[in-house]
């Protein structure tokens, strides 16, 4: 048995085996398929200052390999979060983590403040590249000024382990992970999903209720990981990779271009045990090449 | 109620007509308790273009013989792939999921009526299945393009009473199930119904005109299928909820539908 141990932060993870926001409710929806305990951590729900209805159905497209989806952060809000669902999740024995999203950088300041104060949330993933929203979302998160202003302002708020999950929608994806690093991210979180559209011929209109929505799955798996390599060169802190992982082998890939966690999300739902798969893939993997630690693997291009 | 994730192996698929075919399905060991109205998650492997899971309602189950029967319509590439399922291969099903249909617990000369529509009338077996072995005699009313395209009449005969239309009058009835004289007496206690969301409204409308409480299930586009990444939404007067955890069977009361 290798050892698996990571460390995002002041995080420290057992495994870095993560699941994706957006893609595994709470936790607690997975339950019956798996022992959440077995992952590294859970990233909840995309959460907002202020309740979101989300956008009108339909919200989802299959797509080759992979699905649009335009879900436009649908949540009850923080406060519902804290009162009502944190009570019910924070005995899982493994690390939760909030996924925070806003339209202005008070919402963000706001709402990251709030989560702070919950004993057994180590960590927020702060989503400046969210593209089903109209305001905010991913604006923040395709430029480096935008980035910066919302990551220099969270930042002073907010004390524990900060990431910050960047779009893929930008040119160039390594110097926004350098301005958010700059302002004091301890992690950047890598891909969001990639802006898609998808047309029924037989109507002539677009699938989705908002034209345009996020792609994700394995089809997206190449350019995620080719992101994340070129982050790795240009920045210092820690990278969780993610985007279109289906199976421990794909893991592998992310942790040698240079992530120290993954997160698995569009493929829960094909299957939903696959994080805890990918948990025992990568310790055989380790074993079978005589890795004594996880971390040995880390940016491992030979 | 907890929720599975197993193989199940293909013990018949029989071919309806030339767009529907009746899957059963066995599980190697006791089945769990499953209601009718719920439905499955099925893993439709080794099809071109086909990623996602595809919800299917729960036909009919049999806890004897450990099967479960779904009856679907060939619409596209993940259909096509089920009815070519071989007898004697696996497929793997996340079940049993979503609400289930409302049973009435008394009174059982109570009149109640199921309305299916097309492959709508999938859920309607089991339900009234339930409701019989309950002391109830559940009446269907179903319709369908024409007389070939009417499927298992024999099975809903043997559970309850049968009505039928058909859109060129070859079986049963013309027209509309909202055409048939059934329903001219406006004198039932529950209506349930499945079907094209065209149909659906117009029983809706039909029971809201009469005052009869109706239940609709509902067949919005799925990912997950388990409640965790909130794609399947309907509006109700509850705001946006998934169709997959708090329906797919809803009273129509709860639904925005501009009946
Ligand atoms: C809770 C629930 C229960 C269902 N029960 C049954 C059942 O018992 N029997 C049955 O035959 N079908 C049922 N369906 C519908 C079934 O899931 C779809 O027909 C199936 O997913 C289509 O897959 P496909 O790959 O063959 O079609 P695709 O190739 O994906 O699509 C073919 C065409 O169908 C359309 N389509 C696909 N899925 C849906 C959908 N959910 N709603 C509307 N249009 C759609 C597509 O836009 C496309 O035009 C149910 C759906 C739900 C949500
Ligand atoms: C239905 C759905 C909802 C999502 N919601 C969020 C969200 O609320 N916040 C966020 O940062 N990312 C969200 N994402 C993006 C995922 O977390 C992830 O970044 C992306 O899907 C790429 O990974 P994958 O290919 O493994 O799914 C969502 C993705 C999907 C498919
Ligand atoms: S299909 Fe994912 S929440 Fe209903």
């Known amino acids: 048995m290798a050892d698996l141990n990571v460390n995002i932060g002041k995080l420290h993870l057992k495994n870095p085996v993560l699941t994706a926001s957006g893609t595994f409710g709470y936790g607690i929806e997975y339950a019956d398929f798996m022992d959440l305990s077995r992952i590294g951590g859970i990233f909840v729900k995309g959460t907002t200052l202020h309740p979101r209805e989300g956008n009108d159905y339909p919200r989802m497209a299959e797509t080759p390999s992979g699905m649009l989806n335009a879900v436009g952060l649908q949540n009850k809000g923080v406060d519902y979060f804290i009162n009502d669902i944190y009570p019910k999740i924070k005995e899982i024995d493994t690390e939760l983590m909030v996924n925070v999203s806003g339209s202005t950088i008070d919402d963000y300041v706001a709402c990251a403040e709030k989560i702070n104060e919950l004993d057994t949330i180590p960590a927020i993933e702060l989503n400046i590249s969210c593209p089903n929203v109209k305001q905010g979302g991913m604006a923040f998160g395709t430029t480096c000024e935008g980035a910066s202003e919302v990551v220099r302002a969270v930042r002073k708020v907010y004390h524990k382990t900060l990431i910050v999950k960047l779009s893929p929608n930008v040119t160039d994806i390594a110097s926004i992970a350098q301005s958010v690093e700059t302002e004091g991210a301890d992690a950047v979180s890598l891909i969001n999903t990639l802006l898609g559209m998808a047309i029924n011929i037989e109507t002539r209109k677009p699938v989705l209720s908002t034209v345009t929505g996020g792609l994700s799955g394995p089809c997206v798996k190449p350019v995620a990981l080719r992101m994340v390599y070129q982050c790795y060169k240009a920045v210092k802190i820690p990278i969780i990779g993610l985007g279109g992982i289906s199976n421990w082998q794909d893991a592998i890939e992310f942790i040698l271009a240079g992530a120290t966690a993954i997160q698995i999300g569009t493929y829960n739902f094909i299957d939903p045990a696959i994080s805890v798969k990918v948990v025992e893939g990568i310790n055989e993997y380790l074993d079978r090449h005589g890795f004594r630690s996880v971390r040995e693997l880390i940016g491992g291009l030979g | 109620m907890k929720k599975y994730i197993d193989d199940w192996v293909v013990r018949e698929n029989r071919k309806l007509t ?157 027209g509309f199930v909202t055409n048939h004289s059934l329903l001219a007496s406006g004198d039932f206690d529950f209506i349930y119904t499945c079907g094209p969301q065209a149909m659906m409204l117009a029983v809706a409308h039909y029971a809201k005109q009469h005052q009869i409480s109706c239940e609709a299930s509902l067949e919005n586009r799925m990912a997950c299928g388990i409640g965790a990444c909130l794609c399947c939404v309907e509006k109700t007067i509850q705001g946006n909820l998934c169709v997959c955890t708090e329906g797919p069977v809803f009273n129509i009361n709860d639904l925005s539908w501009q009946i």
């Open chain 2, 18 to 174: 030339d767009h529907a075919f009746l899957l059963k399905l066995q599980l190697n060991r006791e089945l769990p308790e499953i209601h009718a109205g719920q439905f499955v998650q099925i893993l439709v492997e080794n099809a071109e273009n086909v990623f996602l899971r595809r919800p299917i309602s729960i036909h009919s189950v049999d806890p004897e013989t450990r099967t479960m029967d779904l009856l679907a319509q060939i619409v596209g590439k993940g259909t096509c792939k089920l009815a070519n399922l071989h007898v004697n291969s696996s497929v793997n099903l996340i079940y049993p999921l979503g609400n289930g249909f409302t049973i009435p617990i008394n009174n059982k000369q109570q009149k109640l009526l199921l309305i299916g529509g097309g492959v709508g009338i999938a859920p309607l077996l089991f339900l009234g299945q339930t409701l019989k072995k309950q002391g109830f005699t559940p009446i269907f009313l179903l319709g369908a393009r024409s007389a070939k395209d009417v499927l298992l009449l024999t099975e809903f005969q043997q559970t309850g009473e049968a009505y039928i239309t058909t859109e060129d009058g070859s079986l049963g009835e013309k």
